[in-house]
């Protein structure tokens, strides 16, 4: 095992005393508060955007990367700004569109051991860093007024579905969720018809909480007419 990982696992089961908790825990509020307070005060100012999810691993030549900086300049092209995780593969793929399309370009970066480093296509004032996973959602969420998933992992899988679950739980509005690549999410939908819904566990119309698409104008004509049913559009 990873000694910095066994250190993490026997340090939960450590007793600690009250000024141990007192102060550790304490310091942890007012980190956790400062991005807090540093997300709402810049996301706040940014105006109508999507965030495009998707895997750090992929890379510029594959078809998805491609595919994620044309929706993401064609969602500039429709008044949208475009909110990413801030760092390579998809997420730069998308901060790349945006950025060609002369639109908002925001990077949502997170500290992590492997992977994870700003791509340079963000926009100078619109470059966050987290060390919470769960600020770092509530940014997502809080801010975007649609989100459009790509091929990805774990982490691709979590946003997914913390969006679906605050949508079903109508925690927030009903903003489209637009899943890009019919052969990748195949599976999962086999799954979620046949196993999630069999079993009780959600409600057929639960499925409709979200879109699968294979190109990018099929993504954008299905934002496009959410926003027309309400009378609605981004500013340009």
């Known amino acids: 095992m990873n000694p910095n990982e066994d250190r993490k696992i026997r340090e939960k089961l450590e007793q600690k005393t009250w000024n141990q908790i007192k102060t550790n825990d304490s310091w942890a509020i007012f980190k956790i508060m400062s991005e807090f307070v540093e997300g709402y005060e810049k996301l706040s100012k940014i105006g109508p955007c999507v965030s495009i999810f998707g895997s750090a691993r992929t890379k510029p030549e594959h078809k998805y990367y491609k595919l994620a900086e044309e929706i993401a300049f064609k969602l500039t092209q429709n008044g949208f700004g475009v909110i990413t995780g801030g760092g390579p593969g998809i997420m730069e793929a998308g901060n790349k569109g945006a950025h060609k399309g002369k639109g908002t370009s925001v990077g949502l970066n997170i500290e992590l051991p492997f992977e994870q480093h700003d791509n340079p296509w963000i926009d100078n004032d619109k470059n966050l860093e987290f060390d919470y996973f769960f600020v770092r959602k509530v940014m997502f969420v809080k801010y975007s007024q649609g989100f459009i998933v790509l091929p990805g992992g774990f982490g691709t899988l979590d946003e997914l579905f913390e969006a679906i679950t605050l949508i079903q739980t109508h925690k927030i509005g ?11 999410w195949s599976g999962l939908l086999d799954w979620i018809k046949n196993t999630l819904i069999a079993e009780g566990n959600i409600s057929e119309k639960d499925v409709n909480l979200f879109r699968v698409v294979d190109t990018a104008d ?12 309400y009378s609605l559009k981004p500013n340009f």
């Open 174 to 184: 009903r903003f489209p969720i637009i899943l890009v690549g019919k052969n990748f």
């Open 218 to 229: 099929e993504a954008i004509e299905h934002l496009n007419k959410f926003y027309a049913k």
